[in-house]
Structure formats: structure tokens, C-alpha cells
Nanobody, 124 residues
Framework: QVQLVESGGGLVQAGGSLRLSCAAS????????MGWFRQAPGKEREFVTA????????YYIDSVKGRFTISRDNAKNTVYLQMNSLKPEDTAVYYC?????????????????WGQGTQVTVSS
């Protein structure tokens, strides 16, 4: 069974940075497409960014382009989300997810495995 464990969340002031990590176990991480989603209180889960199995292609929503960077290290079975210039509207629980198709997909319905989430709070 594939397990995904996020870490790195916390409280940061607006303009600050955080780096989230998602460690995978129990599957062939190097074949998975990986994504990050977020869910703010009272809102639906939102796609943020994704990366293909090889890391050659990434995809971001407009609101995080130029501020967030997704990357992966297949040797460490880990995907990262570097978040810079954080804004209060980035406050949410951030989830990583894996899809067996291997692609950078934006729809949560295509993802097969999910982490438990990590809280990111950005104060103004």
C-alpha cells in the first residue's frame, strides 16, 4: 500500500517562505505523477501544482506561478513544494497526491493516493 506523508507546514508571515515535503513509501514512486492540492476552511479542495514521473513537466495554477516550485527526487521518493512570497490567501491544508498514470494532472479524481495533509498558515 502506498503511503504519502507530508511535512514542513507551519505558521509564517506574509512574504515568507516554506518548503513542504512529501515522502512516499510502498510503491514505485518514480513512476507516479505527483500533485499538490490545498483546502482552505469552508472551501473545496483546490489543485495547486503537479509534476510528471520524470520531473520534466510541471503545471501550476495562475495564482502561484512565479512563487511556488514543485520538484522531486526519485532517489529519495520525495516530492517538494517550495513556497515563496507567501500570502494570507495561501493559508490552507496542503495535500500531496500520487497518480499511477505518471502525468502532471490537475483533477483530483485522477489521483490514486493521498497524504494526510499539512497545515500552512500565513499571517498578514
Amino acid at each position: 500500500q502506498v503511503q504519502l506523508v507530508e511535512s514542513g507546514g507551519g505558521l509564517v508571515q506574509a512574504g515568507g517562505s516554506l518548503r513542504l515535503s512529501c515522502a512516499a513509501s510502498g510503491g514505485t514512486f518514480s513512476s507516479f505523477g505527483m500533485g499538490w492540492f490545498r483546502q482552505a476552511p469552508g472551501k473545496e479542495r483546490e489543485f495547486v501544482t503537479a509534476i510528471t514521473w520524470s520531473g520534466s513537466t510541471t503545471y501550476y495554477i495562475d495564482s502561484v506561478k512565479g512563487r511556488f516550485t514543485i520538484s522531486r527526487d526519485n532517489a529519495k521518493n520525495t516530492v517538494y513544494l517550495q513556497m515563496n512570497s507567501l500570502k494570507p490567501e495561501d493559508t490552507a491544508v496542503y495535500y500531496c497526491a500520487a497518480n499511477k498514470r505518471g502525468w502532471a494532472l490537475s483533477s483530483y479524481s485522477f489521483y490514486d493516493y493521498w497524504g494526510q495533509g499539512t497545515q500552512v498558515t500565513v499571517s498578514s
